[in-house]
């Protein structure tokens, strides 16, 4: 049987006009999180989510960075996979080069364009996260890009992601999004040894279930 996964029950344009963007310049903090909205539809499984940044988000790289949705921890989530699956996981978008981790990437590492993934974080581990005070380094990420990531001046917006795709289980939107940047540790040909995570903003979001 062929799974069905509709769109989130608000589209990107209704999402963008719930927020508007504001007049900013080149130099603002584009990892500020001035409002944010995310929308649960429990019905279909799907997740969408909106940020509007102080500043204008980088389209054309010279960056290391993104913003996802937090979740909080569902022990009982594991029943819901249909084999093994990594739960509780985070939907982000991220921006960066030299890690080829992405398949909106075409094969190419150093291709900045915006993509979103399913993680999964933990505590530092690695010297070089350790020694920067990372927040988080990187557990389990997926290649598949969710969704569709789109971007506006100083809003950055992902729709029509499931949540779940089989290997990854997003969990359940605490109500916050975060933004971030991230560093490469032991990077070679396009791998990465490491991924650090230093959180830069937490907001409370609007949050929209039906």
């Not at 089989?166 to 032991?186: A, E, N, R, Y």
């Amino acid at each position: 049987m062929t799974k069905k996964y509709l769109v989130v029950g608000i589209t990107l344009a209704a999402l963008f006009a719930a927020t508007t963007p504001m007049m900013v310049s080149a130099v603002g903090d584009f990892l500020g999180i001035n409002k944010a909205i995310i929308q649960v539809d429990n019905h279909f499984k799907g997740i969408a989510f909106l940020v509007l940044a102080n500043g204008l988000i980088p389209q054309n790289g010279g960056i290391a960075a993104g913003y996802g949705v937090l979740t909080s921890t569902d022990s009982t989530r594991q029943s819901s996979c249909e084999g093994e699956c990594t739960v509780n996981a985070l939907v982000v978008v991220t921006s960066h080069a030299g890690v080829l981790d992405s398949e909106l990437q075409n094969g190419d590492a150093n291709n900045p364009v915006w993509h979103s993934h399913y993680v999964a974080l933990g505590t530092p581990t690695d010297p070089g996260c350790t020694e920067i005070g990372a927040d988080f380094q990187v557990t389990d990420i997926s290649f598949s890009s969710p969704g569709q990531v789109k971007v506006n001046n100083n809003v950055i917006g992902l729709w029509k992601a499931p949540m779940t795709d089989g290997t990854f289980l997003v969990g359940p939107p605490s109500g916050q999004v975060v933004s971030f940047t991230l560093t490469p540790i032991g990077l070679e040909n396009g791998n990465a040894q490491a991924v650090c995570i230093s959180v830069h903003q937490i907001a409370d979001a609007k949050l929209i279930s039906n």
